[in-house]
């Protein structure tokens, strides 16, 4: 399963997070275009992680929802033995993180605050 995200901004990352899940694999992707859209959705919600807490303040659910959409991105790439932490090193995925820190900082609190909410009633 692929998803697919774009960068214009934190509600485009966020949405695309919440809501990308059930679209199908598309067949023209090389495995390695496929990693990288994985690494973005990571990272989409890596940022999510760092920037609601300051929104909504603590909340269990945020944290495990946040949580469950990094282990099920995981799932779809390639090397099964990647990990959250092991990623965090990848030159690539270093580089889509400050693309999406950089549409967060774009993006209007109203519309942050909108995606962190849906992240908080994320049922998977």
Not at 55 to 69: D, E, R, S, T, V
Not at 91 to 108: G, I, P
Request: with cysteine; charged share 25%; proline share 1%.
């Amino acid at each position: 399963m692929i998803k697919t995200i774009s960068l214009r901004g934190f509600l485009g990352l966020g949405l695309a997070a919440l809501l990308s899940q059930a679209v199908l694999a598309d067949e023209s992707l090389t495995q390695a275009e496929a990693n990288t859209l994985i690494k973005e959705d990571i990272a989409s919600t890596q940022v999510m992680a760092e920037v609601c807490p300051a929104i909504l303040g603590k909340n269990a659910k945020f944290n495990h929802n946040i949580q469950q959409l990094i282990q099920t991105y995981l799932q779809d790439y390639s090397d099964k033995s990647m990990t959250y932490d092991k990623i965090q090193a990848d030159s690539e995925y270093k580089s889509v993180l400050d693309e999406a820190r950089q549409a967060a900082k774009e993006t209007s609190k109203d519309e942050q605050k909108t995606v962190c909410n849906e992240v908080v009633n994320y049922e998977a």
